[in-house]
Every structure is written in C-alpha cells, then in structure tokens.
C-alpha cells in the first residue's frame, strides 16, 4: 500500500523558518509530481509548491522567493524549506504526489497533514 510521510512543521514567530519532509513508501512502479498543499481555516486548500519529475517547478505567488522546494528521487521524498514565514502562512500543510502503483496510469496519494503555524 503506498503512503505519504510527513514530518515536520510546527510553531514559529514571523520571520523565522521551518522545513517539511514527506517520503512515499510503499510499492510502487514510479512517481510523476510532488509537491505541497496547504489549508488554513475556512479557505479552501492551494497549491504551494509542485515538482515534477523531471525536475521543473512551480510556486504559487504568495511563497515565491521565500519558499523552496527540492526532491531526492533515490529516496522518493519531497521537502519544502519556508524561509521568512508570515502569519498568513499558518495552515495544514499536505504532501501530494502523483504516483503509479503498476505502471499503468497515475493517481493521487495525500500526506496526513502537518500544521504549521506563525506567530506574529
């Protein structure tokens, strides 16, 4: 059965930073994109980060320049480093993967979710 990782996160005043890690395990035939979601209260979860595998990226505008995302394929993990973390930034951060169990066709796994939270 495959399943998403997450460690990581916590609380962290404004300004500061925190990484999140998220390792697929499990058995699997290969993974296409990974990346990062977040939830805060009352909205509806975004996009954050995705890496493909091929290596491209793409960060939603409200992380861009603080917010780094990086990929280890031998170890089918994906890690977002937040640096200059603002209280809007506070959220259930969620791993997301597109991952083929059988070699035949991609789906969706989740992670459990980590909170994160900035105080101002």
């Known amino acids: 059965q495959v399943r998403l990782v997450e460690s990581g996160g916590g609380l962290v005043q404004a300004g500061g930073a925190l990484s999140l890690s998220c390792a697929a395990s499990?058995?699997?035939?290969?993974?296409?994109?990974m990346g990062w979601y977040r939830q805060a209260p009352g909205k509806q979860r975004e996009s954050v980060a995705v890496t493909k595998s091929g290596g491209s990226t793409n960060y939603a505008d409200s992380v861009k320049g603080r917010f780094t995302i990086s990929r280890d394929n031998a170890k089918n993990t994906v890690y977002l480093q937040m640096n200059s973390l603002k209280p809007e930034d506070t959220a259930v951060y969620y791993c997301?993967?597109?991952?083929?169990?059988?070699?035949?066709?991609?789906?969706?796994?989740w992670g459990q979710g980590t909170q994160v939270t900035v105080s101002s």
């Open positions: 997301h993967a597109e991952i083929s169990p059988y070699g035949m066709g991609y789906y969706d796994y």
């Open positions: 499990g058995s699997f035939f290969n993974i296409n994109a």
